[in-house]
């Protein structure tokens, strides 16, 4: 297989199976638990390459998963039993964790150099060096099965438990929830959510994998408010940026982690600004119906004032308004679409009549 091809269906993976991992961490807006799990899955991975005394994929995952349990567990307990704020909860807990396990390395693996920059944003270069071999035959990298399987069980988790993940998502204090099937479902979504974090870890780091994991989503929302919808798009989106993401940085050789977040940073700003849901458009079309507003009504008390007068001809002519009122182009059309679109005036070739509803409205606004 092509290795830029390989290459660049992990990054498609990566961050389409975090995309969709993430549409229910937004949807819950637990995006900064996402993060403390990050930080709390070192002691886990730590513990179970000590258990399988090497490195090894499956005790790493087991550790890094129990671990972000563990991670929810004592957030939890503090905030209920404690009374301690969620946030500051997840301050006080993901410290810990991430220092736990920074000390588990030094004590068990003294001769192993942990790089920093691999922890932190990764490589997903290196996560081609570990091969599937079965019956002696090359299968490909190992990333890229455990990516396929974690879909795999993202898609049937969905599919199994759709309704009542819907429930718990948008209405928790439905009387149509099974208290305990809900915090079996709660758990398993947790596990989930903490196994699709270990596997992205492994090819961009631990602070670049909340980004896969919260931002898809994220962007998604600001596109549509449906389920079904946003874990389409979500993984769309993901995938899509991983892909982009590692196009752009081949050339100039780039962080592809970076680039992968920086794609989807500039996606979240255009969804802002152009997105149907953001808020970003609307003001920006906002401000502007208000200014041709206010040109419009300008534009009307200049046309009233000079009616009946020995300039009225003159006046009235669209392109006197450039000169006269010191608009350009755009402002003076923008104000004539206005007022005629308002039935305050009409267009006769060059020159513009106040209609009996523009007369009305602007004798009301000059003395």
Not at 325 to 344: E, H, N, P, T
């Amino acid at each position: 297989m092509n290795l830029m091809f390989t290459i660049a269906l992990l990054a498609a993976l990566v961050g389409a199976v975090a995309g969709f991992a993430g549409v229910f961490v937004v949807l819950r807006r637990v995006a900064m638990l996402g993060d403390a799990i990050s930080h709390a899955l070192l002691p886990g991975l730590v513990v179970g390459f000590v258990v399988a005394q090497g490195p090894a994929l499956w005790a790493g995952a087991a550790g890094a998963v129990l671990a972000g349990l563990v991670t929810v567990a004592l957030v939890e307990w503090l905030e209920k039993r404690a009374r301690i704020r969620v946030d500051a909860a997840l301050g006080l807990v993901f410290p810990v964790m991430f220092a736990l396990g920074v000390a588990l390395i030094s004590r068990g693996f003294q001769n192993v150099h942990l790089d920093a920059d691999a922890v932190l944003y990764g490589d997903i270069v290196f996560a081609l060096d570990d091969r599937l071999i079965v019956g002696g035959k090359d299968l490909g990298p190992v990333a890229i099965w455990t990516l396929s399987l974690v879909a795999i069980l993202q898609v049937a988790f969905v599919l199994i438990f759709r309704k009542e993940l819907s429930l718990t998502t948008f209405a928790p204090e439905s009387p149509d929830l099974d208290p305990q099937r809900v915090a079996w479902l709660r758990w398993g979504f947790l596990g989930l959510t903490c196994l699709t974090l270990v596997i992205t870890f492994s090819a961009v780091g631990a602070v670049l994998a909340v980004g896969v994991l919260v931002i898809p989503a994220a962007i998604a929302s600001l596109w549509t408010s449906r389920l079904g919808a946003m874990l389409v798009l979500s993984p769309l989106i993901g995938g899509l940026a991983g892909f982009g993401g590692l196009a752009i940085a081949w050339a100039p050789d780039w962080s592809p982690s970076g680039t992968i977040v920086a794609v989807l940073g500039v996606a979240v700003f255009g969804s802002v600004l152009f997105g149907p849901r953001a808020a970003g458009l609307r003001a920006i079309r906002q401000r502007k119906r208000q200014r041709e507003s206010v040109h419009a009504l300008t534009l009307l008390v200049h046309l009233q004032t000079h009616q009946g007068t020995a300039g009225e001809d003159q006046e009235s002519i669209f392109g006197h308004l450039l000169t006269e009122l010191g608009w350009d182009s755009r402002q003076a059309q923008g104000a004539v679409c206005s007022a005629v679109d308002r039935g305050w005036m009409e267009r006769r070739g060059d020159h513009l009549l106040l209609t009996e509803n523009g007369r009305r409205l602007a004798s009301q606004m000059t003395p």
